[in-house]
């Protein structure tokens, strides 16, 4: 008699837990995935570890919380609106273009946002001098404005080119009482004057703060920027919901250190329907070697504390960087955009000096709207993108500061582009 088949019993698989992207925090060393960590001189840990512990304990205070929301409000302007593009989505058919106008935050750029942030912090921690680096100088006007706001003085670093680049911001920091240093070491620019502020928090760490103004360096201030930031998401999110019905098909923020997209993206990183398009400075394009396109071209590596994408030459070394935007030739980008796009949540792509300038124009023209060359590059991945897209999807663009820093940087430039052509035409 044939032995009856033993009846097979499926085993019901366990589906593997689903990772978040969104990270609250980074691990216990600093690390975003395999990026970020503390890679700082041995004289700074001190300083770090303290710093850290001061955060970690202010960010769960809900008194500090508070101070910083009324700040934001009272002093900063928040919340900033978000404005539809309407006669641009028009111009350009396809999708609608929406701005988030931290233009119109309190100094003129999102900046204020971490500057009020950390120097509530630095007044918690007893610090009595502070001192800031910066590139376009909207941080430093930021640094500026918060200190003579709290009475502490402040000292900020810019590279020497970037001070003739923004003269009017140097002015600005000056009136505001700040003392600035012009950095002649290296290319002049801000990746020097990150190096000149370290330095100085070396030699004076019991009674100086130093407050960082992108989503780099070492940890904890990837995190610590963040946080400061993602208020505009947050405010972003819901006020899209409400003006537009819904969620963006997109949300595009120019990148180079990236606090203003880090900011702009973290409400929207679990909304799997929501792009993220970080923008970053392609210079003369990315085939010249007058770029600052650090995720298009970079490699990983080390590079003021942190472990990221770096712009390097042949020889590993930290390679030059062009872009017309002093706020985005930094050779670097933070390392939680370097985790984004490891994840594939995010996607970075380059825009050249003339599209971004082309994209300043059209918004001046068509809105009424002058933007920061930083957030132009954003805006003209926008306009590059949108006739391609259906006249129901919707793009929204984190206008990260306004351009009248810019004003004499653009008129150069047409001048230059017009000259040349005629150049050519006569030849």
């Known amino acids: 008699m044939a032995k009856k088949a033993k009846k097979k019993i499926k085993v019901a698989k366990k589906k593997p837990a689903v990772k978040k992207v969104r990270l609250e925090t980074p691990d216990a060393l600093g690390r975003f995935g395999e990026f970020g960590g503390c890679f700082a001189p041995e004289t700074l840990m001190p300083a770090i570890s303290e710093l850290t512990a001061a955060y970690m304990k202010a960010r769960k205070d809900k008194s500090f919380q508070a101070e910083l929301a009324r700040e934001l409000a009272e002093f900063g302007g928040r919340p900033?609106?978000?404005?539809?593009?309407?006669?641009?989505?028009?111009k350009l058919g396809g999708a609608?273009?929406?701005?988030?106008?931290?233009?119109?935050?309190?100094?003129?750029a999102h900046k204020l946002n971490n500057a009020l942030g950390q120097v509530l912090l630095a007044r918690r921690m007893g610090k009595t001098r502070i001192i800031?680096?910066?590139?376009?100088?909207?941080?430093?006007?930021?640094?500026?404005?918060?200190?003579?706001?709290?009475?502490?003085p402040a000292i900020i670093y810019m590279g020497e080119e970037d001070t003739q680049r923004q003269s009017v911001n140097v002015f600005r920091m000056k009136l505001m009482g700040a003392k600035v240093v012009p950095v002649k070491t290296g290319t002049r620019t801000l990746k020097d004057a990150i190096n000149e502020a370290v330095r100085d928090w070396i030699s004076n760490v019991g009674s100086t703060y130093y407050m960082n103004g992108s989503a780099t360096a070492f940890h904890p201030y990837p995190l610590i920027v963040r946080d400061f930031q993602r208020v505009i998401s947050l405010e972003a999110r819901a006020q899209f919901k409400k003006l537009a019905g819904g969620l963006p098909d997109a949300v595009l923020?120019?990148?180079?250190?990236?606090?203003?997209?880090?900011?702009?993206?973290?409400?929207?990183?679990?909304?799997?329907?929501?792009?993220?398009i970080g923008v970053e400075a392609a210079g003369d394009g990315v085939e010249t070697e007058?770029?600052?396109?650090?995720?298009?071209?970079?490699k990983p590596?080390?590079?003021?504390?942190?472990?990221?994408?770096?712009?390097?030459?042949?020889d590993g070394q930290i390679a030059e960087t062009h872009s017309i935007s002093a706020g985005l030739d930094y050779p670097g980008v933070g390392p939680e955009h370097a985790y984004l796009r490891s994840r594939g949540r995010a996607e970075y792509v380059p825009i050249t000096d003339a599209e971004a300038v082309e994209a300043f124009q059209a918004l001046?023209?068509?809105e009424g709207i002058m933007p920061a060359l930083e957030s132009s590059h954003a805006l003209a991945q926008a306009m590059k993108l949108a006739p391609g897209m259906k006249k129901s999807q919707k793009l929204l663009v984190c206008l990260s500061g306004r351009g009248d820093k810019d004003i004499?940087?653009?008129?150069?430039?047409?001048?230059?582009?017009?000259?040349?052509?005629?150049?050519?035409l006569v030849a």
């Not at 590596?301 to 042949?314: E, K």
């Open 364 to 366: 001046c023209k068509a």
């Open 96 to 108: 609608q273009i929406y701005l988030k106008r931290e233009d119109l935050l309190h100094t003129g």
């Open 132 to 152: 800031a680096e910066t590139g376009a100088g909207m941080h430093g006007v930021a640094v500026a404005a918060v200190c003579a706001r709290f009475a502490i």
């Open 253 to 276: 923020a120019c990148v180079n250190g990236g606090s203003n997209a880090i900011g702009a993206f973290y409400h929207f990183i679990d909304d799997k329907s929501v792009r993220l």
């Open 290 to 298: 007058r770029s600052a396109a650090t995720m298009t071209l970079g």
């Open 408 to 424: 004499s940087n653009v008129q150069t430039f047409l001048k230059n582009r017009v000259l040349a052509n005629a150049r050519y």
């Open 80 to 90: 900033t609106p978000v404005t539809y593009a309407k006669n641009l989505s028009a």
């Open 301 to 314: 590596g080390v590079f003021h504390g942190a472990y990221s994408i770096v712009m390097q030459n042949a």
